[in-house]
């Protein structure tokens, strides 16, 4: 049988759009007298460096006065949390450090975290529209079930530590987040370094661990109520994401976690647009009660949704912007693997524009600055992040990463300030 062609190396996006974008400046000019506007954007890696353990994630102060000047046209969607002791929210007042009170000035950020379950305001009043509490019940007896677990397996995998010196990892890997506990594997990925064979299989133990978890879930009396997230991951195969396996050039799935099933980001996209019409016009196309947890997940009917049900002179313009995208040849050589979290929700408010004739912009930050192994954009070649027939296009790139995004978004929120 004949060998299959070789896939054409990588190379940079080339610009689809009819003003071409080069620079946050003229992503600036591009956006300046956009009348409804509304910037959907993730958090991680996007408006902070990654860090190993995320209670050590840093927001800029600016940044969030900034988000507060943007209010009716910007929104969070990240699979990150808003409250408990991991919370984006504990980051917010960490920065504001008593010099203004976030709750009574509207300084937290408004929008969905933990994929879309978790609404908040600016206030930090939140919402868990379509979460019962059996669920809730469930995932809040998850941490310790993976903490214990670690500590019976992992020292096979670990043995130069003691139980002692592997509590502290412990502490930073199991994540009890309210809504989505998850394994962040990169504080045990730090311990091993280099050693691709063991980080191949620390990743397929935390991936047998949250199999286990599901699988009680299920015997539980709740088999629907969830589903496993993985970032970065490898796109999805049979309904489920496909794990990204460390290698020399990166340590690949560093995530893993435990999210309620319809906690999708593209299905928050629309929960978002939804209100954002509601608050402009007093009317939401989609019903006051949509919500991602009754919302279809699938991406076509989800754009179908749109088409029918939103009016195209109330569709606001969008920008996305995330980090987390993944392209990767498959093994026979003909086709890509394309994933990441970033990736449904920033190929569907690309769509949307199509479908709208509103002039979307999807931005992707450069995260491989931080503490975490990252692809980096820096020589426009996207290997690991994009392919040559990749249908996400993106219209700006941003290789100075958070800081330099950060700086735009300030300068966005001082323009839309005056105008």
Not at 130 to 138: F, K, S
Request: charged share 20%.
């Amino acid at each position: 049988m004949a060998e299959p062609s070789p896939l054409p190396p990588p190379h940079p996006f080339a610009m689809t759009q009819a003003s071409p974008l080069h620079s946050t400046d003229d992503l600036l000019e591009d956006l300046a007298g956009s009348g409804e506007l509304l910037i959907v954007q993730d958090l991680d890696g996007v408006c902070m460096p990654l860090v190993r353990d995320p209670r050590r994630r840093q927001l800029d102060p600016g940044y969030l006065h900034a988000a507060r000047r943007m209010e009716g046209h910007f929104a969070v969607l990240t699979n990150g949390e808003h409250g408990g002791s991991r919370g984006v929210n504990r980051l917010v007042e960490r920065a504001l450090d008593g010099q203004a009170d976030p709750a009574r000035e509207g300084l937290y950020l408004p929008g969905l975290g933990a994929g879309g379950v978790e609404l908040q305001n600016r206030f930090g009043e939140a919402s868990h529209p379509g979460v019962q509490p059996a669920e809730l019940r469930y995932l809040a007896a998850v941490p310790q079930r993976l903490a214990q677990a670690l500590r019976e397996r992992l020292p096979a995998l670990l043995p130069e530590r003691s139980a002692e010196r592997l509590e502290p990892l412990l502490d930073a890997v199991v994540l009890d987040n309210p809504l989505s506990p998850s394994l962040n594997l990169n504080a045990l990925f730090a311990a091993m370094p280099g050693d691709v064979a063991r980080q191949q299989e620390l990743q397929h133990l935390a991936g047998e661990l949250m199999g286990e978890v599901m699988g009680e879930a299920a015997a539980s009396g709740l088999p629907a109520s969830f589903f496993l997230h993985l970032a970065p991951n490898l796109g999805q195969c049979g309904g489920h994401e496909q794990l990204k396996p460390a290698g020399p050039d990166g340590t690949g799935t560093t995530d893993l976690q435990l999210m309620l099933r319809g906690a999708l980001k593209e299905v928050g996209l629309l929960v978002l647009i939804n209100q954002a019409i509601a608050k402009r016009t007093g009317q939401a196309p989609l019903g006051d009660a949509f919500n991602v947890r009754t919302a279809p997940h699938d991406h076509p009917s989800l754009l179908a949704l749109a088409r029918s049900a939103i009016d195209p002179a109330q569709m606001p313009r969008l920008v996305g912007v995330g980090d987390t995208i993944t392209s990767e040849a498959a093994a026979d050589g003909r086709s890509w693997l394309r994933g990441g979290s970033d990736r449904g929700f920033l190929t569907l408010l690309q769509e949307l524009g199509k479908v709208f004739g509103t002039a979307n912009r999807v931005v992707l930050v450069d995260s491989s600055g931080g503490e975490v192994d990252r692809p980096s954009l820096a020589d426009g070649r996207l290997s690991g992040i994009s392919d040559p027939e990749d249908p996400l296009k993106i219209d700006l790139m941003i290789p100075g990463g958070p800081a330099d995004y950060v700086r735009f978004f300030k300068a966005l929120a001082a323009r839309q300030a005056c105008g």
